[in-house]
Each structure stands twice: as structure tokens, then as C-alpha cells.
């Protein structure tokens, strides 16, 4: 049955850039998450014999075929789990920015993977249903969970998917520093795929990944606000660096990127528990204690905007809305 499917995003303390398998979809590493209440999908697939093709209508407007290629790889799949071969009509609301390294890829597929499955009546395990939202976006796999979550990279379509470590109920939350929502130039896709192919500094990005999951993990499980903060700091400005030896070499960084990451790092030597990452786009995320979040926004207000700082908590999995 047609029912709308909810997804928040989720941002990533150490990143996934860069696949090992394209088709599937299998990435280099392992990847670690915080999923978040601020931001999310509202998706309803309706299959009907009636349609010629699949159809993307995201915020009113009809998609064009390159959004649709990622939504009907998971059609697709639902089709031939379900054995019937009707076309979909997907409507879906994004509550973020799409395409601005806000994660919309991530609660958009994953919001799409788990109403797709119930339009097909099929009933999914969560496990099945992140291998799922893995094919139409890498990172989306993570959204089926809330709290933190690991993407295991596995070695095949079976093995690659996420699961919760940690429900996040202590004391974290992200800020976000909105600098520009317009659409990216470099789609995540293309940037993790020409720094793989190119990048003399790739090889040096996958060195360290296992440290620094490891550390995470344990800092995590001490709840510690600064070391996980610092770890995921350094994970992202290494991913950045990747991007920089890539042929044409390339950045999600603007002026306003760096004046964010500054205003962090003087924040910090003010005496506040904050750091930053960021992802494939020029927004900055600020992690700090949930407790803090208010003055630090206020703090933050010296160099930006109000309506350019969003405060984010921890936030849930997948859910079937059921009232509408
Ligand atoms: P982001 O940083 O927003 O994740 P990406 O380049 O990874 O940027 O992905 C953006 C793309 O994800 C969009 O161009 C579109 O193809 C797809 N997308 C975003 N939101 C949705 C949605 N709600 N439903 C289907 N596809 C979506
Ligand atoms: C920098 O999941 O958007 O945000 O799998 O090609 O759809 P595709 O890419 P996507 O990549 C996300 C990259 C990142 C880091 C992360 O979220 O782990
Ligand atoms: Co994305």
C-alpha cells in the first residue's frame, strides 16, 4: 500500500569518498554517522500499470533523468523482489537543501527505499532495507538507523550495509552553517569518483581510516564530546585534502567555508567543546554538547546570521507515517 515514508539525514564523523564497486555501490571503507532530527525526506511511491516510466516529482517539480537513474535503480530492485513490472510515480518533500552538502541524497533514498518497499507490500528487515537505500546513494544506507550509525563496506552487495553502534541519548548535538544552499557544481558521485581515479592523495586518505574509526568508536562509547569532535575534525579535513590533488583538482570549500571553520577553531580557544566537518558541499557543521548549543549559536551569531544557524539533535530512523 502507498503510504509516505519519513527520513531524517544523517552527517557523516568519518566520511565514505570513494567507491570500490560503482554498480553496487560497495564504498572503500568503512563510514560513521550521526543521523539528525533537523533535516529529512517525506517520500510515497505509487506503482501503476497505467504509467509509461518511472516519474520523480520533488517538491512539486518533475525531476530530470539523472535524479531518476538513482530512484529507479531501487524501483528496480522493489520490482523484481515483488515479481511485477509497473512503473512508479515517486512525490517526495525534501526538508533540506537538495544537492547543497546537506545529506539530501542520503534521507531522500532512504525515505524512497522504505515507501517503495511498502507501495510493493514487501516487508522488509532494516538490514535488507539499508542494503536497499545503498544502491540509490552510499550514504543513505546509514539513514535507515537514528543515532550513530556505522556503514560496514563488506565485499559485496550482501555484506555492504549499516547498523546502529550508539542511540546518541548524551549530551551531542551538530550545528549547522548554512553559507550557501544553492545546488553543488560537483554532485558527491562525480567528486568521490574523479578523486579515487586521480588523486596522488587517495591512497594517504585510506591509510589512516582504520585509526580513526577505532578511536571514534571508543570515544563514543565514553561519551566524550571533545575527542569525538577531534577525531571527526581531522577525518574530514583529510577527506577535503583528497580533493585538492584530483585531476582537475577541485574543493567544496568557499571563502565563507573557511571564515565558519575559523570562527570554530576561535571558539575553541575561547574555552567551548566545538568542532567542525564537513561534507560534499560548502556548508559547515559544528558538533558541540547539546547542553551548549544555545550559547553557542549566540556566539556563532558574531560571524554569521541567525537564519543561517540551525540547531540539530540527535534524530530518529525510518517511519512509516501512518496518518496520511
Ligand atoms: P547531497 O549533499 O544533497 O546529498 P548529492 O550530490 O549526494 O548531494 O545528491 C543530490 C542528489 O540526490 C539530487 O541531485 C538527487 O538526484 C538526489 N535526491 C535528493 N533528494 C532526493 C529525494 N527526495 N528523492 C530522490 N532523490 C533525491
Ligand atoms: C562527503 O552518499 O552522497 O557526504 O553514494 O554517490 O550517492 P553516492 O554519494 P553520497 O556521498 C556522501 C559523501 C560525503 C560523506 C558521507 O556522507 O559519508
Ligand atoms: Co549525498
Not at 544502491?135 to 538507523?145: K, L, T, V
Amino acid at each position: 500500500m502507498s503510504k509516505w515514508v519519513r527520513a531524517h539525514t544523517n552527517i557523516a564523523l568519518i566520511k565514505y569518498w570513494g567507491k570500490e564497486n560503482e554498480e553496487f555501490i560497495i564504498p572503500k571503507n568503512n563510514s560513521l554517522s550521526l543521523t539528525l532530527d533537523a533535516f529529512y525526506t517525506d517520500s510515497k511511491v505509487t506503482f501503476d500499470s497505467s504509467l509509461k516510466e518511472d516519474q520523480l516529482i520533488l517538491d512539486g517539480e518533475k525531476q530530470d533523468s539523472i535524479a531518476l537513474k538513482k530512484v529507479s535503480t531501487i524501483l528496480d530492485i522493489v520490482r523484481d523482489k515483488a515479481d511485477f513490472t509497473d512503473f512508479a510515480l515517486v512525490e517526495s518533500i525534501n526538508y533540506v537543501p537538495t544537492a547543497a552538502g546537506l545529506a539530501s541524497s542520503a534521507s531522500g533514498l532512504a525515505a524512497l527505499a522504505g515507501a517503495a518497499s511498502a507501495a510493493a507490500g514487501l516487508n522488509l528487515s532494516s538490514k535488507e532495507l539499508s542494503r536497499l537505500a545503498r544502491r540509490g546513494s552510499g550514504s543513505a544506507s546509514r539513514s535507515i538507523y537514528g543515532g550513530f550509525v556505522e556503514w560496514e563496506k563488506g565485499t559485496n552487495d550482501e555484506t555492504s550495509f549499516a547498523h546502529p553502534i550508539d542511540n546518541a541519548d548524551w549530551d551531542i548535538g551538530m550545528l549547522f552553517i548554512i553559507v550557501k544552499q544553492a545546488k553543488k557544481d560537483v554532485s558527491s558521485r562525480d567528486g568521490m569518483q574523479r578523486t579515487v581515479a586521480t588523486s596522488p592523495f587517495y591512497d594517504g586518505w585510506l591509510a589512516t581510516l582504520d585509526q580513526d574509526l577505532t578511536d571514534i568508536k571508543i570515544s563514543i562509547a565514553e561519551q566524550s564530546i571533545n575527542k569525538v569532535g577531534a577525531i571527526a575534525e581531522r577525518n574530514a579535513l583529510k577527506m577535503h585534502a583528497t580533493t585538492l590533488g584530483a585531476q582537475p583538482p577541485f574543493t567544496y570549500w568557499t571563502a565563507d567555508s573557511m571564515l565558519a571553520m575559523e570562527a570554530v577553531r576561535t571558539l575553541r580557544k575561547e574555552g567551548y567543546s566545538v568542532y567542525f566537518t564537513m561534507d560534499a558541499g560548502p556548508n559547515v557543521k559544528v558538533i558541540c554538547k547539546q547542553s551548549e548549543m544555545s550559547k553557542i549559536k549566540k556566539a556563532l551569531m558574531s560571524y554569521f546570521d541567525e537564519e543561517q544557524i540551525i540547531s540539530a539533535k540527535p534524530g530518529p530512523g525510518i517511519q512509516v507515517l501512518e496518518n496520511e
